[in-house]
């Protein structure tokens, strides 16, 4: 009996090998995001542990000020001085004490004049320690004078650099020329840890260059003496520097602390790359679902017959149970597979951009959740259907076996209730009445989804009915037509699986052009600037140019307004938030700054603007005293000015320049400049170029470039999430080749008929392929009609100004064409078959 | 023998072969016919006979072992997917036992199906002919699910006709209708070739169908063994009993 119905089951390889294609692929993507992920997070613990395998206990400055969220952690904080290390030298059981400098921002200039850039890696630069067991040098010497440097391995490889060449370093200071003097490398044969590239100076020169301050150093390595343990050796360093003003950590807990700020980036890079697997698993249940309701129906006379001959109805579940677990078993393990090859070409593949990697991590808890959950939603899949069929009667089963559809209605209404709640639950949100997102705006959204997929088979007809018009002048095409409107549930539930891909995208890119638009309205509506200098965004955050260049754009001739702005993140009243450095006069014309109160003037040092948010918070009044607490200027007192009407460009206090020099860089990031007259601002471009040639980190451009550079990262992004969300359309199209395969074979008589009338080959093909196209139109259009939706939703409860509505047509239109595209590709196997079926054996199919 | 122009449809010695070694079957063995225009022709014989497979290698539905076959002036015989495409838009027109209607067209819309795909205009007093004489005026618009076995094979009959192919051919057309049903099909087939000089073959094993038709042909064990022309009912099945009579005969 049960082999009778597994022999059903084979019957139909094709389609099993498709809808199993669906569950490899989800279950690839979803393992491979974690084993890469878990591959390159065990590659920086091992790193780290290396780095730190010769430091028993490490002292570091303390300092309050919060980290920069522009990046730049490795960027000096506070300082340890010469007195203390003297003091550490004397702590009993320390048997080296190792003061080091190390920095990020050490810009090596290639060959080309540009700064050699890392992905995302430190460009440190530090002292050279004599001594040190973890670095050696490979060729050449260490640097003994001022004007010598040795460079890793890894920068002399991607500059071309020998021994004994002259290179240039930016650092604190513009660019310096130093000679290298020799090549080092890390132990083990490394030419980086991690991707960082790393300039070492001289002490003296590493600690004016890389801290901009004589004498001092960033941290302190000790090492125990033989007999002391880490913890005794911290706990005795703790006592002789204390705990206020100097951090006192083990090697281990320097590792950990290291590896922990990469672990939650990476942890982010897995649930990311695993949600996509799993929307790609979703779209392949709709797949499964989909076949083993075909199948089940088709069998659903051999099933009866099986229960009239007193085969209980759980002997039916349990063979289609059976069945599913073996697929989903089967499939999941080749996806595992797949996936684990998969993580291991991803992290190779990071790894020669200079991420560390080892051998693949495989933990079991991941290889068990991706079997799982493969299976598991495979068999949810095919047991619905299975439910539903075995609870026909057999004898109704048995009398008619091609049962007309069921009636739509239940469905439809059902949909339109889910519809209706969701929407009730986004307009909760919108008006603020309920403030829980997850319920809000995750359920919501769900609910409208789930809502659609409901409705759509009762659109079906409708829908296709429409855009077949085009089609329908032609016999293939209005054929194909009618064959859509068939089976209504086949078409949308098969629709379904692409609309959840589309759905997402395009609710994603309507959300991304209303920030660009808004971003754009916001740049052209308030700033009033002709030229722009600004740091480049990969350049990292120690770029930047002195502000003091400000003063020669001032005396170009046409240049009527100009300022710097150089930014940080400060501790201003007892909070964390960015400040601001910039000239108040010029800036009043160039992003229209206004007073609320107080004077809105050019500052002196200890003198502060506010803005009308941060005043409101700390309901500060012009005339008031604070304090600010700056990373390298420690904290100093304030005094309030004036307060800035709301604006749209500068949103953050603004403080002098002379307190911008506790900063972490002494760089301005950007700098704007007005012309008197548009006809001068390529002369003036002209010569603020030649003001900045020397300095291969920044750019002279206008507003608009700029804009388009700002906004490109959103396109980046975008791009990404699309290439993500191609796998499910990839699952989705699996899914039409499958319904056109089954009704292909389902229509076997008709389709012979109509070549017996004197169809040709060709025009099978295009009916197949009409029937096909409109399946993904169909899918396509729900898809971006819902995501439209959705989005235009996500931005009504947003709002703010840097969102302005903003339907991307383009993407749209792209989108449908797509769609058939993706039709036409999924009808190719189904139409070589209708094409290729014997006229004869077609004509007297049963 | 005369030309091939004066034959509706010719097979000249025509040999179908199927399978190979133990499992070999000889369908027809060398079987030459002249199909004459504007005539009925029944083919019988008892099952096994051969009967469809003669009839698929004449309208070109199947491929033949050996020997030729001619329509018209076009021979069948090798070609290409693409000829016989051609032909079986302009030349043939086919019955089935099985009806073999699009379910998702109308009456009207199967019945004209053949001149669509081929993107040809129906020739309106032709067409208004037809569905009269079929007595489908009423019907148009239905779906074949809605219309009784009857009504689907007179459609069916319409949709050959509505082409005027050279030559229609019918394999079994009234094996699934109740006798009254039947009878109006074979009146329908037989006042097209009287009234209208439409061409026919008809595959039957009914003496009673066979008795419609102007010439029948009795087929046994792949071969023709004899004919009657202008037969009565009784005639036909006199001869089948013997037929039978020389089977057994020969079986012993
Ligand atoms: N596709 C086929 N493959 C093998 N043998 C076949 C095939 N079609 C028909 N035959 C055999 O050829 C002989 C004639 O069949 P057929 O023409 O269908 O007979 P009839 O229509 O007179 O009943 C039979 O013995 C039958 O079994
Ligand atoms: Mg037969």
């Known amino acids: ?846 | 023998m005369s030309s091939p122009i004066s034959a509706a449809a010719r097979a000249a010695d025509v040999w179908k072969v199927y399978g190979s070694g133990e499992a070999q079957v000889i369908a027809l063995r060398g079987v030459s016919l002249e199909i004459e225009r504007g005539k009925f022709t029944a083919i019988m014989g008892p099952s096994g006979s051969g009967k469809s497979t003669l009839m698929h290698c004449l309208a070109g539905l199947d491929s033949v072992t050996r020997g030729q076959v001619i329509i018209g002036d076009t021979v069948v015989t090798g070609l290409g997917d693409s000829g016989l495409t051609k032909l079986r838009r302009e030349k043939v027109g086919f019955i089935f036992q099985q009806f073999n209607l699009l379910p998702t067209l109308t009456a009207e819309e199967n019945i004209l199906l053949p001149l669509a795909i081929a993107g040809r205009k129906p020739d309106q007093e032709w067409y208004q002919t037809v569905i009269q004489t079929v007595g489908l005026s009423d019907r148009l618009k239905h779906r074949p699910t809605e219309l009784s076995g009857g009504q689907q094979q007179r459609v069916a009959c319409a949709r050959a006709l509505a082409a005027r192919p050279e030559v229609i051919f019918a394999d079994e057309p009234t094996g699934n209708l109740d006798s009254r049903s039947g009878a109006d099909i074979l009146n329908f087939l037989r006042r097209s070739v009287t009234e209208y000089g439409q061409t026919i073959v008809m595959v039957t094993h009914d003496a009673n169908a066979a008795s419609y038709a102007d010439r029948v042909v009795f087929l046994a064990d792949g071969q023709i063994v004899d004919e009657l022309t202008d037969p009565s009912a009784d005639a036909v099945l006199d001869r089948i009993k013997r037929l039978d009579l020389s089977v057994q005969a020969a079986a012993e």
Request: glycine share 10%.
């Open chain 1, 1 to 846: 009996m049960l082999k009778a119905m597994l022999r059903g089951l084979f019957a139909h390889k094709l389609r099993l090998i498709l809808s199993a294609l669906a569950i490899v692929l989800g279950t690839a993507f979803m393992s491979a995001a974690f084993v890469s992920g878990d591959t390159i997070s065990r590659g920086f613990t091992d790193l780290f542990s290396t780095v730190n395998e010769n430091i028993d206990v490490q002292v570091t400055g303390k300092s309050d000020v919060p980290v920069n969220p522009a990046g730049g952690e490795g960027l000096v904080t506070a300082l340890v001085p010469q007195s203390i290390v003297d003091k550490l030298k004397t702590v009993d059981g320390a048997q080296t004490v190792t003061p080091q400098v190390v920095s990020d921002g050490a810009r090596v200039i290639d060959k080309n004049g540009k700064a050699i850039a890392t992905t995302g890696a430190p460009r440190l630069g530090g002292a050279w320690v004599d001594g040190d067991p973890a670095v050696e040098i490979r060729e050449g010497n260490p640097p003994r004078a001022a004007d010598e440097v040795a460079i890793t391995a890894n920068l002399a490889k991607t500059g071309e650099f020998k021994v004994g060449d002259t290179i240039e370093v930016i650092t604190l200071q513009p660019r310096q020329k130093f000679k290298v003097s020799g090549i080092a490398g890390y132990a083990g044969g490394r030419d980086s840890l991690g991707g960082e590239t790393f300039v070492f100076f001289t002490l003296p020169v590493a600690q004016e260059l890389m801290l901009g301050t004589p004498g001092m150093y960033s941290n302190v390595d000790i090492k125990a003496a033989s007999g002391v343990s880490d913890g005794e050796l911290k706990r005795r360093v703790e006592t002789a520097i204390g705990t206020t003003e100097y951090k006192t950590l083990t090697g281990q807990e320097t590792a950990d602390a290291q590896a922990s700020g990469i672990q939650s980036f990476l942890n982010v890079f897995k649930i990311a790359l695993s949600v996509f697997g799993i929307l790609g698993l979703i779209t392949g249940a709709f797949l499964i679902f989909n076949t083993f309701s075909m199948l089940i129906a088709q069998r659903t006379r051999e099933l009866a017959l099986y229960r009239s001959f007193g085969a209980s109805r759980n002997q039916v579940l349990n063979s289609v149970l059976l069945e599913s677990i073996l697929l989903g078993l089967v499939a999941s393990l080749i996806g595992l597979g797949l996936g684990v090859l998969l993580g291991w070409a991803m992290t190779k593949l990071l790894a020669s951009s200079g991420l560390p990697s080892g051998s693949v991590v495989l933990k079991p808890a991941v290889a068990i959740g991706t079997l799982l959950v493969g299976t598991l939603i495979t068999v949810l899949a095919a047991l619905i259907p299975a439910l539903r069929a075995s609870r026909v009667a057999p004898i109704e089963a048995m009398r008619d076996a091609a049962r007309p559809d069921k009636p739509l209605r239940t469905m439809t209404i059902a949909g339109l209730i889910t519809l209706a709640v969701g929407i009730v639950l986004l307009i909760l949100r919108g008006t603020k009445a309920v403030d829980n997102n997850v319920i809000t705006l995750g359920l919501g959204s769900f609910l409208i989804f789930i809502g659609a997929v409901m409705l759509a088979p009762a659109l079906t007809r409708p829908i296709t009915g429409a855009i077949g018009k085009l089609v329908d002048w032609a016999m293939p095409g209005r054929l194909g037509v009618r064959n859509t409107g068939r089976n209504p549930r086949r078409t949308a539930l098969t629709a379904a699986a692409l609309m959840i891909g589309v759905t997402l995208a395009t609710g994603a890119a309507v959300f991304a052009s209303s920030v660009k638009a808004g971003v754009t309205d916001l740049f052209r509506s308030d700033l009033n600037a002709d030229l722009v200098i600004a740091a480049d965004f990969a350049s990292g955050p120690t770029a930047g140019f002195d502000p003091a260049i400000i003063n020669q754009v001032k005396a170009i001739p046409g240049v009527t307004s100009a300022t710097a702005i150089q930014s940080d993140a400060v501790r201003l009243n007892g909070k964390d938030g960015f400040a601001s450095a910039l000239d108040v006069e010029p800036s009043k014309t160039l992003f229209g700054l206004k007073a609320k109160s107080g004077d809105i003037r050019d500052l002196n040092a200890g003198e502060v603007i506010l803005n009308d948010a941060f005043a409101t918070e700390t309901g500060l009044k012009p005339g008031d005293s604070t304090t600010l607490v700056t990373a390298r200027g420690g904290e100093s007192p304030l005094k309030v000015v004036g307060i800035l009407q709301p604006n749209q460009l500068v949103g953050s206090p603004v403080v002098s320049f002379a307190d911008a020099q506790g900063f972490r860089v002494p760089v301005a990031q950007q700098g704007y400049v007005k012309v008197a007259d548009p006809s001068q601002v390529d002369a003036v471009r002209a010569q603020m170029k030649t003001l900045v040639a020397d300095n291969p980190e920044v750019t002279v451009t206008d507003p608009s470039e700029q804009l388009k550079q700002s906004t490109s990262f959103l396109d980046l992004l975008l791009n990404v999430l699309n290439v993500l969300l191609g796998l499910t359309v990839l699952v989705a199209v699996l899914g039409v080749i499958n319904t056109l395969l089954l009704s292909v074979f389902e229509r076997t008589r008709e389709l012979g008929l109509l070549r017996a009338v004197g169809m040709s080959r060709s025009k099978m093909g295009w009916m197949v392929a009409t029937e096909s196209v409109l399946i993904s139109l169909l899918g396509a259009l729900l898809g971006l009609i819902v995501g439209t939706g959705l989005g235009i939703a996500l931005v009504k409860i947003f709002g703010g100004d840097f969102l302005k509505l903003t339907i991307p047509w383009g993407f749209l239109i792209t989108a449908l064409i797509g769609a058939v595209i993706a039709g036409l590709v999924a009808a190719l196997l189904p139409a070589i078959r209708a094409a290729r079926l014997n006229v004869l054996q077609a004509i007297s199919y049963e």
